[in-house]
């Protein structure tokens, strides 16, 4: 026997899978609070129909293997949006719109970069189906922030971005060769200047255009002579205005990485304490089964990353000694406490990780 786990698994232990519940509690509480019901797709899905609304690629993510029974591929989910979307697209059809869905769950990658080795991780977010407007993603903003609050979360920061912007000015205002769009958006994103310049020249602004969120905006409209940009920078401006003073709010307009699944609307969420994001969405389409494209926008949180996570939930633990009254053991747990009974004579609240024990019916606080 061994106690080796594969590279990018860990076990979770206490207190610190305790402190991860609870805030994947607080998290789903605020999203069933604001009408989000919840949802539970399956761990693994036929490899082909999952592949059909993941992102171009993203089954490269995705553990495959061949089930035993139907002799099928299958591939363990790298991502739940895609089910979420398979849902509300299929067996929830029927339903009217918007319909709003939670879900929580653990993913799992083929493989994980070196900075974030983990390949298991749970995904916690809220979908706004059959909807893109500005009202749409004022809400799924705010539920996000909302609910990272809720998480304990502290020093909140949003970096939005606008994942179309290349394909709507190459569409008219200033055109680019097909072929060179996407290294376009790459060098955009890199911001790669002298790159930009090599291949777009008309596009260098947008390198300068990022940064805090009200002169980014500025540099932007200067930018967007023709106004071809005016209702994407005017619905910004209209969630911004929902968040001032709540949450540091930045704007990067040629941001990519990780939101070429968006339309016109991306962001990034942050927490002080966290090396990295703590959640992202925006806007994106979702597919039926007649190739009809429908609306959506919504969020995911991967609450590994909080800081409470990783530090784990502050124990409170009342030692219940042989023979303790059960009503008032009773009464100490609907009173909020953890209650902990000794089995044996020699049980001790230290063993037991306890702070406090029950004296005459009252918690007293250890060595106090």
């Known amino acids: 026997m061994t106690a080796l786990l594969p590279e990018g698994f860990r076990d979770a232990l206490p207190p610190y899978a305790d402190a991860a519940a609870q805030i994947e509690s607080a998290i789903l509480g605020v999203a069933h609070s604001h009408g989000y019901e919840r949802v539970d797709p399956p761990l693994a899905e036929f490899a082909e129909g999952l592949a059909s609304r993941l992102k171009a690629g993203g089954l490269r993510d995705a553990v495959r293997f061949v089930d035993p029974v139907s002799q099928a591929t ?108 996407d290294a376009l958006r790459e060098r955009l994103d890199a911001k790669d200047a002298g790159g930009v310049a090599a291949l777009a020249p008309a596009y260098m602004p947008l390198v300068e255009a990022a940064g805090p969120f009200d002169a980014a905006l500025a540099r932007l409209r200067s930018f967007d002579t023709r106004g071809l940009l005016a209702s994407r920078l005017d619905g910004l401006a209209a969630i911004a205005s929902t968040l001032a003073g709540r949450v540091t709010l930045t704007l990067d307009p040629t941001e990519r990485h990780g939101f070429e699944y968006q339309s016109w609307l991306g962001f990034s969420l942050f927490a002080g304490g966290a090396s990295g994001e ?27 990353g909080l800081p409470g996570a990783s530090r784990g939930g502050a124990r409170r633990r009342l030692f219940l000694p042989v023979g303790a009254d059960p009503a008032a053991s009773a009464r100490m747990r609907a009173a909020g406490w953890v209650t902990v009974a000794a089995l044996e004579a020699g049980d001790t609240p230290e063993a037991q990780l306890c702070t406090h024990l029950l004296v005459d019916g009252e918690p007293r606080p250890l060595g106090g």
């Open 74 to 181: 299958l591939a363990i989910r790298p991502d739940l949006t895609a089910q979420v979307a398979r849902i509300a697209a299929t067996r929830m059809g029927h339903h009217p719109r918007p319909v709003r869905l939670s879900y929580a769950g653990t993913t799992l990658k083929l493989r994980a970069p070196q900075l974030a080795p983990a390949r298991e991780r749970r995904q916690i977010g809220c979908e706004l189906i059959g909807l893109d407007s500005i009202a749409a993603a004022i809400e799924i903003v705010s539920v996000a922030v909302e609910a990272l609050e809720a998480a304990g979360a502290m020093d909140l920061s949003i970096d939005f971005t606008l994942p179309d912007l290349v394909d709507t000015l190459a569409a008219d205002a200033l055109p680019v060769p097909v072929e060179e769009i």
């Open 278 to 304: 703590v959640g992202r969405g925006g806007t994106y389409t979702i597919v039926h089964e007649d190739g009809a494209e429908e609306a959506a926008t919504g969020f995911s949180l991967f609450p590994g």
